[in-house]
């Protein structure tokens, strides 16, 4: 009876394994169906990026949080200062880099009126 199962099993996953590989082989009829596939797919790849490169951010203020927090002792005001100093710093890091249209980073060049209000 296991044997049986195991069968049943694997000719449920051969299937599924079959419809996806027929859905993939779909070939499109016209430039502008591949056209449309192509964007749809950067369009996913940009918000899986976006959405990775956010978490990489919160998981690196999160790890100076909780570094923070483990540390023994007491913490002083000036100790909670340099931790909002290192957030800070870390963000305003991210922030003041820019990607051109060749997908590499580059600093954004403050404006005077920036320069001036800082």
């Known amino acids: ?29 016209t430039n502008d169906e591949l056209k449309d596939a192509i964007e749809e797919t950067l369009s996913k790849i940009r ?3 976006m959405l990775l490169g956010f978490q990489v951010a919160c998981q690196s203020v999160l790890d100076k949080i909780t570094v923070f927090e ?19 710093q870390f963000v305003e890091t991210g922030l003041s880099r820019k990607v051109n249209a060749d997908g ?15």
Request: no cysteine.
């Open 70 to 88: 483990r540390k023994p002792g007491s913490k002083s005001n000036n100790d909670h200062k340099r931790l909002i100093k290192e957030i800070k």
């Open 104 to 118: 590499e980073t580059e600093p954004i060049e403050k404006s005077e009126e920036e320069t001036a209000q800082n």
């Open 1 to 29: 009876m296991d044997t049986e199962n195991k069968n049943v099993e694997l000719d449920e996953q051969m299937t599924l394994f079959e419809d996806e590989v027929a859905e993939h082989e779909k070939q499109p009829e």
């Open 47 to 49: 918000r899986q990026s």
